[in-house]
């Protein structure tokens, strides 16, 4: 993982919503629909969209289209690969 990618991937962290939306789509093991997540939290739709895009394009969600609705997964892959960069400040 590269500086640029580990500072966006951190930038997209640093909302507490953004935590609670990869809490809960953590917490579905499998693909969650995206009106589930905008009926988790008191926000505007386009609030919680706003968040969605901001975590799929750091690479920490995966997004698929559902029809017309789109659903979300936790890109596994891309958390390993931060948590294990984040690493290399631990004593």
Not at 24 to 33: G, M, S, T, Y
Not at 48 to 54: A, D, G
Request: aromatic residues 8%; proline residues 1%; glycine residues 6%.
């Amino acid at each position: 993982m590269d500086l640029k990618q580990a500072g966006k991937i951190a930038k997209a962290l640093g909302d507490p919503y953004r935590l609670q939306i990869m809490q809960a789509v953590k917490q579905e093991n499998d693909w969650l629909q995206c009106m589930a997540v905008i009926g988790l939290f008191d926000l505007a739709q386009s609030t919680v969209s706003h968040h969605l895009k901001q975590l799929v394009d750091a690479g920490l969600l995966l997004a698929a289209k559902d029809g017309r609705n789109a659903k979300y997964q936790v890109n596994h892959v891309m958390v390993t690969a931060y948590v294990e960069f984040m690493s290399q400040f631990t004593i």
